[in-house]
């Protein structure tokens, strides 16, 4: 069964809908709030356009939804924010889920990011990757940031941040910068045009170790290819 078989047979009763997680293979999930709200399963490359089927109507959590589906995921045809954390929520009560990550673009709002963020939180689930690229209103910016200490890849929020959230800066190599709160968490960050990268500790050391890596196995490529074409010295005439 493709997904909007598996989601449609979510509506039948409880039993089918506790069936369907139960069997289901833990998927990673995919968030996109922006003008419409995108759910998928699985990763596919952005240039991927899947196939969408005509909108229609479905009834969840006491409101009436306008819908469209693809073989991957649902589309919410409508801008309603309490809309997306009922479709939210009711994807999440029906598939068993490995990882998230949520993307957040205009016109989100800034408290809207917060609560969904303390949404998927308040299910204790495993989140890969935060970006949110709406400009995060000041107020705001810690109380994300706050939801956002258990993102287990990176977090990415185009924003201004108030020095009172910081506490110790520290520069260190390769336009890194460290950020260590009051409590004795530590952030990296490093700042590209228009936005920074927010690493918590551990990714930032599995970023590095994955760099070494291929440091590595640059090295050994090379030194692979001159044991298959050595260079021979010739020794010069006089």
Request: charged residues 25%; proline residues 4%; positive net charge.
């Amino acid at each position: 069964m493709d997904f909007r078989e598996k989601f449609l047979i979510s509506f039948l009763s409880k039993r089918a809908k506790n069936k369907l997680k139960l069997t289901s293979v833990p998927s990673d999930i995919f968030f996109d709030l922006s003008d419409k709200f995108s759910i998928r399963l699985g990763h596919y490359p952005a240039s991927h356009y899947p196939k969408v089927t005509a909108e229609s109507d479905h009834f969840i959590g006491g409101e009436v939804m306008n819908l469209s589906f693809h073989t991957k995921g649902v589309i919410l045809e409508e801008k309603s924010f309490r809309k997306q954390l009922l479709l939210a929520n009711h994807l999440l009560d029906t598939f068993r889920i490995s990882t998230i990550s949520v993307i957040m673009s205009k016109p989100t709002l800034s408290a809207s990011a917060w609560k969904f963020m303390q949404m998927v939180n308040q299910r204790q689930l495993s989140i890969k990757s935060f970006y949110y690229e709406a400009g995060a209103s000041p107020e705001f910016v810690g109380k994300i940031l706050d939801e956002c200490t258990e993102v287990t890849d990176k977090v990415g929020i185009v924003a201004w941040f108030p020095y009172a959230y910081l506490g110790i800066q520290q520069n260190i190599a390769d336009e890194w910068i460290r950020m260590e709160r009051k409590n004795g968490i530590e952030f990296f960050i490093k700042s590209i045009p228009y936005c920074i990268i927010i690493y918590t500790k551990q990714a930032y050391l599995d970023y590095l170790k994955e760099i070494e890596q291929r440091a590595l196995a640059r090295g050994l490529a090379i030194n692979l290819r001159l044991d298959e074409h050595p260079i021979n010295f010739v020794e010069p005439m006089f």
